[in-house]
């Protein structure tokens, strides 16, 4: 097996087999979504899951189901993929940034504090890098203030947070089954809650709005000949087309089987990069607090090697390379300053309810999250998503040799 081939089994082809066998009746729903949805629902210990074509999609649908529309606000970290931005601006809604803690890279819950106003109506967690967010006091502040919360898990499956699974502790959990995830379908999603109104709402909402879509059936059908009837009205609610594909789901089904393998896999490759780096004062890893289970979707560590090597982040990549190292991955630019938000590149500018993102108040510029915007460019990712354990090992060597080379340690 190739390093490349190791993700995928003889299982997802018995299941993608066996959808192409039935024929793909309707394009609805279909039976393989509904086992992926009970089968990822069962092993996070909640009652609803509601498959997507992405994580990003999901996120959109949790907006909506959560009645969020022009002009409310909605709260997410600073350091996180332009999704959370651009779902909220679909919404026609403000995208508000918290800053992050320097030690564990997510949402700084003070300043959350600090940011949420009598327009907050969402506030969007995300599990950075497999590390679950500090939940209880976002949960506290979400009661005081009537908010809703959305866990974005795309890159934590089965982290927790004392205790509890990530995902399963706001009000919605949105998790991404794109390549890169800890589970893959090629792209896709999932949304999962215990929420029966909220299930229906961003079921209704991913398949354009058909009456007939429950909480835990996505089917639009109910007997042919009222279907067929010229009179019948299919659509009660507002939506998009975000279903998933049922050989997608199938693929799904098999992988969502092995997500416990998964995870601990890249929990062991983790754990070999913490090692090669115990010694080392200028690369720090990201910080669990007690308590809290990293679902390492990446080993994310900062980088102080500039100011206390005098080694750039570009240089101290290089070396790892020389010694076979695959590459380092860099963080995302803070939301805030990618250029499609500074220049205000998103429609709704007619729209005749009064909202902050029309009338020139929303002004994202450099200084809004200064930690955030102080540690993006020091972050360097290595990567957990290897199949072949003797792989791994040659890269957190190639690690242990980079950091040999500059000097483990600073004086
Ligand atoms: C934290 C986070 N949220 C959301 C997404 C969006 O997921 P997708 O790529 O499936 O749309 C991603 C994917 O990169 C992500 O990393």
Redesign the pocket.
Known sequence: MTDKAWRFGAEELVYIKEVLESGLGASTFGTMNQRLEKAFAQRFGVRYGITHN??????HACLAAAGVGPGDEVISPAL??I??AFVTLHQNAVPVFTDIDPETFNMDVEDLRRKITPRTKAIMP???YGLPCDMDPIMELAAEHDLVVIE?A??CFLGAYKGRLAGTIGHLG?F???N??HMSTG???IVITDDENLAQAVRQFSCIGFGMITADSGRVRSKAFAFQDPDYKRHTAFGWQYRLPEVAAAVGLAQVARLDDYVDRRRQIWEMYDEAVADCAYLIPQKAPEGYKNACWTFAARYEGESELGVSWHDFAKKFQEYSGEGIYAAWSVAYLEPALVAQRFYGKGCPIRCPLYEGEVDWRAGLCPQAEAIQPKLMQFKCNIGDMDHARAQADALRKTVEFFGATVH
């Open positions: 992405s994580g990003t999609s999901t996120l996180t993929v999704s959370n995300v599990h950075l974005d795309a890159q949105s991404s089954f794109e890169t995830k792209d896709g999603g």
